[in-house]
């Protein structure tokens, strides 16, 4: 392996590790993994990443990676050759970062905020919030940029697939906890998350969707019992 051993250190329900798990997958890299107690994380974690000290730190060799967005184009240009992430176009790749951006900045705090909720009032703007940016990527999805696309990466998995996949995957076990209804007007973004969830090497990456429920409850249960 090009420049030493792989080691991943994560969290196993944490979706920035979930985007290095599956993308590790994707590529068929072996590595080690290491499981950290976010409540009480580890000398190795705090030393590799002392800025953040959070997971994903991907470790190859003796140089430490943090960030998964990072990692994720640090994994793509070390083995370009192994099942690539990213595309050639340098206007698809901005498009792709774009669109990253937008699923941290923006998907995954609006996610957030329906755990966060604590009435019927935050509840709603949260969830208004979530409609929002689905409507922007369901727009995407059938005007934009990716039009047409199975996935995407095209006829498969790519780097933005697995960022705003592993966010989708989330997207609807919150639903769930908060017991919220989205409604059916994202059709393109319902296809693109089904075939995106029957991918094999998704299925063997990510939790079970009744474990990560059961994650989410008991996250939810925690928040609202510090409100």
Not at 16 to 43: F, I
Not at 44 to 70: F, Q, T, Y
Request: charged share 30%; hydrophobic share 45%.
């Amino acid at each position: 392996m090009d420049g030493g051993e792989l080691k991943l250190y994560g969290m196993w329900a944490s979706p920035y590790v979930l985007r290095v798990r599956l993308a590790l997958k994707l590529k068929g890299l072996d590595y080690e993994y290491v499981e950290e107690n976010l409540a009480n994380k580890s000398a190795a974690l705090l030393r590799l990443n002392p800025v953040h000290r959070k997971v994903p730190v991907l470790l190859h060799g003796d140089r430490p990676i943090a960030e998964s967005a990072v990692i994720l184009e640090y994994i793509d240009e070390t083995w370009p050759r192994r099942f690539p992430l990213m595309p050639t176009d340098p206007r698809e790749r901005a498009a792709v970062r774009f669109w990253c951006h937008f699923g941290s900045d923006k998907m995954f705090p609006s996610l957030i905020a329906i755990l966060r909720s604590a009435d019927e009032a935050q509840r709603a703007a949260a969830v208004g919030e979530v409609r929002e940016n689905l409507k922007l990527l369901e727009d995407e999805l059938r005007e934009g940029f990716f039009r047409g696309r199975r996935f995407f990466g095209c006829e498969k998995l790519g780097f933005l697939d697995i960022v705003l996949g592993v966010d989708a995957h989330f997207l609807r076990g919150v639903t769930e906890v908060a017991e919220v209804d989205l409604g059916e007007d994202f059709p393109s973004f319902t296809s693109w998350l089904r075939e995106f969830e029957a991918q094999p090497e998704v299925q063997e990456v990510l939790p079970p969707f009744d474990t990560i429920v059961d994650f989410l409850r008991g996250h939810r249960r925690r928040i609202l019992a510090q409100a």
